[in-house]
């Protein structure tokens, strides 16, 4: 199992920017590949972003292409998401997940196997 810490969430006004980290432990990092959901009330968790293990491959939902980044430094175990131009759709509560896929970026939330306890962004109109 790894665990997984979030960190980085809190209120911003639209159009400015966070950055969520998300460090791990337990297991071998570079076994996973990861990805980043969200949750917002009365919503089912979506994907955001995903990485594999060597950073070589993303993958993005279209709500946040182009505005998010997904990286990932192996040397810290951590696993970070840059979000830039946020907008009030984007409150949730967002989610750093892992999965055994390794080189293969899913954005199936079935197929990540552990996952972080989450940290709110909430951006204000």
């Known amino acids: 199992q790894v665990k997984l810490v979030e960190s980085g969430g809190g209120l911003v006004q639209a159009g400015g920017s966070l950055r969520l980290s998300c460090a791990a432990s337990?297991?071998?990092?570079?076994?996973?590949?990861m990805g980043w959901f969200r949750q917002a009330p009365g919503k089912e968790r979506e994907f955001v972003a995903g990485?594999?293990?060597?950073?070589?491959?993303?993958d993005y939902a279209d709500s946040v292409k182009d505005r998010f980044t997904i990286s990932r430094d192996n040397a810290k175990n951590t696993v970070y998401l840059q979000m830039n131009s946020l907008k009030p759709a984007d409150t949730a509560v967002y989610y750093c997940?892992?999965?055994?896929?390794?080189?293969?970026?899913?954005?199936?939330?079935?197929?990540?196997?552990?996952w972080g306890q989450g940290t709110q962004v909430t951006v204000s109109s």
């Open positions: 337990g297991r071998t990092f570079t076994n996973y590949a």
């Open positions: 990485i594999n293990w060597s950073g070589g491959s993303t």
């Open positions: 997940a892992a999965s055994r896929t390794r080189d293969r970026v899913t954005t199936t939330s079935s197929m990540y196997v552990d």
